[in-house]
Each structure stands twice: as structure tokens, then as C-alpha cells.
């Protein structure tokens, strides 16, 4: 039985992806094996949104290499789509697949298991402009999360002066509402009781397949869905609230007590120069009425320090409205230049020790506020989809969120329980599962 291996980066988008193309494997007869150990194939999801994202995807090619210097390496994923020809010059890589092919990447890698590995490796990447079409990865089964997530938007248009996405995921397509809600169905059916949509720029899903679809219709259609019991949206733009998201969201049964909404940063200068469309006030608006439909609703969030022209006065602006937002979490970014982005050439480009400094900073009062969330929750019972096991301890979310670790036996992992939260441990808070599935 021929042997593949796995190794992803980057974006919930790109696990989901490698989670489908695990499964396509499957289906063919391959055993999946450990990305450290001896595989015949050796898959490699790449992301590049920062330096970071491609220094790592070009080790883990290189570590593949290593582990078996015959084994075909199949590159895929958001690195290898914006420097293809970077990528075919490390060693050892044989194919590249483009993030548009990954539905044909167990085809595309018997075919290039059959040539002669001496020749130049197979770059398989479509131009921006090609990418018209959303082509569905099948829905994942392996999934041990207990929480299944579903991409039903691809692309994004906007162009951020920072952001290299636009480039490696192609303009925005959506999948259509009926294999949405379709594909919904099956998972509930297959037991899971909650789905955390994504995509790449998700608040545009609709706008390519009709004027009036929207996100709002995804919503309501969803809300449907009796054995769902929550509904989870990975991320969605301020400018993307709109009248009809915001009512659909209020009359929905399933939507989770939480939205993801990049920030990215606080000061209005900075986000001018991001080309972001939106300033403080208008976000500030957005989390107000959000607050206004959801009582005590989570807000977590993006945010990038170190952007060129930054200066300290600058990044107070943002501390200072991080702490009147009240997010309950905030993913802090350096930024980082992407060759080929307005914002690589801009001056002022900020030295990576204060990008540092300020990260730590942000990062810091990040965890402040979250224990600050946290703290009004104390002693009150929640619900807890318990998602898996750590440390001998079963944890997972709340619909607002919030991690929460209770003993507990993996039998109960899957299930949505009731949960009195007694005490916050670093990023978790520790509860008593209630009731008779008490797992003392
Ligand atoms: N440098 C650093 N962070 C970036 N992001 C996007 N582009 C860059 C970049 N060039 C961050 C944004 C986005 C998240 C997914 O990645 O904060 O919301
Ligand atoms: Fe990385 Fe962005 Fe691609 Fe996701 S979409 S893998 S974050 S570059």
C-alpha cells in the first residue's frame, strides 16, 4: 500500500483543505502516515501570508526531502500559487499543485509518480484571472474535532495595501445555497452539532452568483436546521454588517454568541494606509450594535502591529482602543512585507525590535481583557461542546467562545453539556460538568 504523508500551514481554510484531501487519498487506498516518518508521497499545504508562513512551508518541503530523498513531494497551498517558481527550485519537490486543483491532487500525483524524477518538477498554477470557478473539496469525514467546519467562499477582492491573499486565493466565488445547506444536513446527520462556515473573505459570500444572495440567506437558511445546534461564522469584515446580516444573525436559533471581525489596527491614519474601508468610529458602531441584538456576544479579533509609519503615538491609539472595545480575544500580528504588495515599498517601514516590543505589549493586554471576559462568567453554568481530550481532562467551547476544561471521560467528547465555571487557568477556564454526566 503506498504511504502519504501531511503537512499543512497557515489558515483554518487550509486545514480543512488537507482534511479533504486526506480523505480523497483515502478513498484511493493510501495509508496515512506521520509527516516524520518514511512516506511515498509527501503533501505540503503551504501558506505564505507572512515571511513566516513561506520560511516554514520551504522547511517543511526541505525536512520531506530529507525523511525520504525518493519519495514525490506534492507542494500545494497559498506559497507555491504566489512563488511557483521559487518553489520548484528546492530540492526534491516534484509537482505543484494550485490552491484551484487540490480536487484533483491524488490524480494529478499518480501521474507524476509514473514520470521520470529527474525531470523539472510540474507547476500546475492558474493565473488570477483564470480562477472563476468554486470547486468544492468533498466534505471532509476524518475529522476528530467534533466540530466540523465548512468552506463556502473562496477569493477575496479587497486589496489590502499589506495583503498577498488576493493573490494566492483569486477573486471572490461563492458555493451555492442549496449544496450549502446540503452539505449542512450531512453533517448534522453525521452527528456534528456544530459547523464553523469559513472562508477567505466570507461577508462577500453570494455577490458573484446573484445581487441579492448574501450571507444573511446562509444565515436564515441555516437557522433552519433543527439538529444543528450551532452555527459558527469563522470571520466577517466590519463593513460587512449589514441590515440584513445584523436581522438574520438576531433572528437566527443556532448563530454562536461570538464574531470573529478583524480590526487590524486601532489608529485611523494606519488604517487609511491599509486601505482598509472602514476607521475607529465605524468599527466601534458595528461592535455597538452587535452588542445591542447579543447580550454579552464575544468580539475577538486581528490586529497588525509594525505596519510602515507606525510610530509609539500611533500604536497607543490602538492600545487604548483594544481596552474600549473589550475584546475577549485578539490574534496580534508583525507585519510583515509581501513582495508584490503596495505596502512592501511604502517608507517608514518599522524595525522588527519595536514590532516585537509591541506585539509583546498587545499580546499581554490581549490576555488581560480575556481574563476580564472570563471573570463575568465565574460561577455561572454554560454549555460546553466538549471537542477533545488534554491533559487527562476533556475541554472545548462555549458558544461565546470561551475554552473550557472539566474531568470528564472521552465518551462525552461530541456532546454539549452543562458546565459550572469555577476558576480561570491561563487561556482555559477550569468547570464542573453538571448533572448526571458529572465526570468526577
Ligand atoms: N503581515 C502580517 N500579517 C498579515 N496578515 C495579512 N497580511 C499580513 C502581513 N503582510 C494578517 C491579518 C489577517 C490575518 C489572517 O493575517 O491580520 O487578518
Ligand atoms: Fe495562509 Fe492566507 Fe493562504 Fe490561509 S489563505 S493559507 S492564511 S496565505
Known sequence: MNRVAFMTLGCKVNQDETDSMIDLFKKRGYQIVDFNEKSD?????????????????????RRAHRLNPDALI???????????????????VSLIVGNDQKHNIVKLSEEALGKNKAEKPE???????????????????????????LKIQEGCDNFCTYCIVPYARGPIRSKPLKDVVEDCKQLVKEGYQEIVLTGIHLGAYGRDLSETLSLADVVNSLSEITDLKR??????????FSMELLTAIKNSNNI????H?????????????MGRKYDSAYYEKVIETLRSIKKDVAITTDIMVGFPGETDEDFNKTLEFVEKIRFSGIHVFKYSPREGTPASTFPNQVPNS??????????????????????????????????????????????????VQANGTKELLGSILPVELLEIEGETIFGRIKGEFNGR
Open 261 to 273: 471581525v478583524p480590526l487590524q489596527n486601532g489608529c485611523d491614519k494606519i488604517l487609511d494606509l
Open 231 to 240: 452555527l459558527r461564522l469563522s470571520s466577517i469584515e466590519p463593513t460587512d
Open 41 to 61: 508521497i509527501y503533501v505540503i499545504n503551504t501558506c505564505t501570508v507572512t515571511q513566516v508562513g513561506s520560511k516554514k512551508s520551504r522547511q517543511m518541503i
Open 74 to 92: 506534492v507542494v500545494t497551498g497559498c506559497y507555491s500559487q504566489t512563488a511557483s517558481e521559487e518553489v520548484a527550485k528546492i530540492p526534491g
Open 256 to 259: 454562536c454568541n461570538h464574531f
Open 123 to 149: 507547476v500546475l498554477v492558474s493565473q488570477r484571472h483564470e480562477l472563476t470557478k468554486f470547486h468544492s473539496l468533498p466534505i471532509a469525514t476524518n475529522r476528530q474535532r467534533h466540530r466540523a467546519t
Open 354 to 403: 519595536i514590532k516585537e516590543k509591541r506585539s509583546d505589549i498587545l499580546t499581554k493586554k490581549a490576555l488581560e481583557l480575556k481574563h476580564k471576559y472570563y471573570q463575568q462568567f465565574l460561577g455561572e453554568e454554560v454549555e460546553v461542546l466538549f471537542e477533545k481530550e488534554v491533559d487527562g481532562k476533556i475541554e472545548g467551547h462555549t458558544t461565546n467562545y470561551m475554552v
